[in-house]
């Protein structure tokens, strides 16, 4: 393979906020391992592409779309994987709702750069991008491979074979580097087909920091010389250290070598907080090519990329990433502009969880069952997980047991509920992901 399974994981972290892990089904391993020029004969090679192609054409289909447009973007229907429950999310702007934790979080880290800015770097602030952005933007101009994980409709949302609901806000970097600015904040909503749990959800929200030097202010001629470099890394670290204390206050810190295909050298920098240390960003030294590709390449920069998601369920300790959606108000009056205080929990009600057992199609991926339990029970369920495997040689077959469990944040749910929304997962999953239930 191209790269290690530990190496695709780093490989499709987007900076600092992706906690999904990459799972490769077996075939889809081999299919990875084999598929390289002048590993096969041509025809064999042909022959492999097509069934990785029939792949994924299954894992387009393999969730049930019934939308005709995504953020008002026509889809192809034969590509298009977007369920109706995200869909629905385009638009909602978390992070521009005044009070809400994540417009604080915002708030705090774009204030503290414009504070921060001296001519001729003032941070412009963005936030109103279009989610729907095109693979150039969102993987060809950020130098993501061609086979890349990230690349996959098993991880990515697709409204057509050309674009998709960006799965980063370094989607927009080229962009606005091309616009002409040289210091800029990009937040947005960003979209990924993950895992269920606490911490995971296919909606979340991310900023992307990038500055550009005047080459003048470089101490060499030479923009990549070790000088040059060093000299943006420091600046890099001036900043986010600046950062980090305007929202966690005097906290301890470190950085940690990384590596991210758009950055080169990579970092990400670490808190020591209550108790641990915490990942807070991944940033480096914008990658030599992207900078060309830009008509930049007689300077250098950097840039950061950080969920709000994770740092404000750390500041506000709110412990279910559900609840940033909730329209309760028992939720979000207890938030005011610009404030930091510590979320109360209002109810706990009671778990509710069904196991569902069948035997593992070829091209099953988790991600497709995650998207389909959302689609049918929406943010009722709270998290989906592997329980029981096994394989049985005589049948030439590997068995799975999921257990998905249910819980409202608002609501207790009723046995009868919990049981149709239980067996619409099943029906769904025999019709579209092919699985045969046991």
């Not at 600092?16 to 390289?36: C, Q, T, Y």
């Not at 001296?118 to 060809?140: A, L, W």
């Not at 641990?276 to 900078?291: A, N, P, T, Y």
């Not at 979000?332 to 593992?360: I, L, M």
């Amino acid at each position: 393979m191209v790269l290690s399974r530990e190496g695709a994981k780093l490989c499709a972290k987007p900076f600092a906020f992706l906690h999904a892990e990459v799972e490769w089904s077996g075939l889809e391993m081999f299919l990875s391992a084999i598929a390289k020029p002048g590993v096969l004969s041509a025809a064999c090679l042909s022959a492999t592409q097509g069934v990785r192609l029939s792949l994924a054409r299954r894992s387009f289909c393999s969730v049930r779309t019934t939308v005709s447009s995504v953020g008002g973007e026509k889809v192809d229907p034969a590509v298009c994987n977007v369920p109706t429950n995200i869909a629905d999310k385009i638009g909602r702007n978390l992070h521009l709702q005044n009070g809400h934790p994540l417009n604080t979080i915002k708030t705090i880290i774009e204030t503290h750069f414009q504070n921060a800015s001296t001519e001729p770097y003032v941070f412009d602030c963005v936030s109103d991008r279009h989610p729907v952005v095109t693979t150039r933007q969102c993987f060809d101009d950020l130098l993501t491979p061609d086979d890349h994980v990230s690349r996959s409709p098993s991880d990515t949302y697709y409204v057509d074979s050309k674009r998709v609901l960006r799965t980063h806000t370094s989607a927009h970097q080229t962009e606005l580097m091309r616009e002409g600015k040289n210091a800029f904040l990009c937040t947005g909503d960003v979209y990924r087909r993950d895992e269920i749990d606490s911490s995971h959800y296919p909606v979340f929200h991310q900023m992307e920091g990038v500055k550009i030097f005047d080459p003048a202010e470089l101490p060499n001629s030479n923009p990549n010389s070790h000088e040059s470099v060093e000299y943006v890394k420091e600046d890099l670290k001036r900043h986010l250290e600046g950062m980090v204390q305007a929202v966690f206050g005097d906290v301890e810190m470190r950085w940690v070598d990384a590596y991210f295909p758009f950055t080169d050298p990579s970092l990400e920098l670490e808190i020591f907080f209550e108790g641990d240390w915490l990942e807070v960003l991944g940033s480096g030294v914008i990658e030599k090519q992207i900078l060309t590709n830009c008509d930049l390449d007689h300077t250098n920069g950097w840039a950061f990329g950080l969920g709000l998601e994770r740092l404000a369920m750390v500041l506000f300790k709110i412990p279910d990433i559900r609840l940033f959606w909730s329209e309760d108000s028992r939720f979000s009056e207890q938030f005011q502009p610009g404030k930091v205080n510590t979320f109360v929990p209002y109810s706990k009600y009671p778990e509710c969880y069904k196991d569902v057992s069948f035997w593992r199609p070829v091209s099953f991926h988790e991600n497709d069952l995650c998207d389909l339990v959302r689609g049918v029970a929406g943010d009722i369920v709270e998290r989906v997980e592997l329980v029981d495997e096994f394989r049985n040689e005589k049948l030439g077959k590997t068995s799975y047991c999921y257990r998905v469990t249910y819980r409202s944040m608002d609501r207790s749910l009723t046995n009868e509920e919990v049981d149709r929304l239980q067996e619409e997962v099943r029906e769904q999953m025999v019709e579209l992901l092919g699985c045969e239930l046991r």
